[in-house]
């Protein structure tokens, strides 16, 4: 599978002056192009590019899903039926599902796909001290 470089996407005329980021990467900031005859919005061949759906990079191709296929997961239960060949992906679940399947994605040590386990627990313990040193004022 061959993967396109995915285009920068600047901002119309920003080449023209300094303020938009000519000499300057970190003020060179997306802006959508509006007006009634930008061919920039038009799409016109041989213009720029603009932001649009599809230029996601494929994260198939950089080796995240290699060899391994996505389940869905909505309970600790489904995460215990677990192959090796398998990976988990997190389903539309609710904070305290969330909470009890990454503690025991920790466990097990399996990396879950769309979730950093470590750092969603240790924002959720953070979270919950503040909430407790609040209550007892």
Same mark, same amino acid.
């Given at each position: ?17 300094? %303020?938009?980021?000519?000499?300057? %990467? ?12 930008? %061919?920039?919005?038009? +799409? ?62 920790? +466990? ?10 470590? %750092? ?6 953070? +979270? ?10």
């Amino acid at each position: 599978m061959t993967t396109k470089k995915r285009p920068k996407f600047l901002r119309r005329k920003n080449q023209a002056y300094s %303020k938009l980021g000519k000499r300057r %990467k970190n003020k060179q900031v997306w802006r959508r192009p509006t007006g009634r005859d930008n %061919k920039m919005r038009e +799409k016109r061949k041989g213009v720029p590019l603009t932001v649009s759906i599809g230029y996601r990079t494929d994260k198939i191709a950089r080796g995240m899903l290699s060899e391994k296929v996505p389940v869905c997961i909505l309970n600790v239960s489904q995460l215990k039926k677990i192959r090796e060949n398998e990976i988990p992906v997190l389903a539309n679940v609710g904070k305290k599902n969330k909470i009890e399947i990454a503690k025991e994605a920790e +466990k097990m040590k399996i990396k879950i796909y769309n979730l950093n386990s470590k %750092k969603f627990l240790k924002e959720n313990e953070l +979270k919950n001290k503040k909430k407790n040193s609040e209550g007892k004022k």
